[in-house]
């Protein structure tokens, strides 16, 4: 059976639900998701920014069955690498957790590709940090 893809989703996607320029992808989105399609990947930075938004926003993720959910950890190679976005410019100052949302799912996403790789050639996963 093939493995279900990893999707990272900010804040925007959960609110999406709720625009009607984006409301029918969105949905549609979270209906794959339940249906695992797909693995909806969320950070800190997402969830600390949906404890501001709207109650029907929190909904959706508080709804999702935990199994359709991972947490991708804000490490500190992802909290440097959100400051190497900000000092490059790559985002302006008033975008840090826009840069904090990239780093931890560019960051999340080289670890579960290092872990797998680890696993196709037998070598334990735990010594991937």
């Known amino acids: 059976m093939k493995r279900p893809i990893r999707v990272y989703a900010d804040t925007s996607v959960f609110g999406g639900c709720f625009d009607p320029e984006f409301d029918v992808a969105s949905l549609r989105f979270f209906e794959q998701v339940r249906d695992k399609s797909f693995i909806l990947v969320v950070s800190g930075v997402t969830l600390d920014e949906l ?15 935990e199994s359709c959910v991972e947490r991708a950890a804000m490490t500190p190679e992802a909290e440097a690498l959100a400051r190497e976005y900000l000092d490059a410019k790559v985002v302006g100052p008033a975008c840090v957790n826009d840069a904090r949302h990239i780093a931890v799912n560019w960051w999340s996403y080289e670890t579960q590709r290092l872990r797998l790789r680890a696993n196709e050639v037998g070598h334990p996963a735990e010594t991937l940090r």
């Open 51 to 65: 404890d501001l938004a709207p109650e029907p926003v929190r909904r959706i993720l508080a709804e999702m069955d």
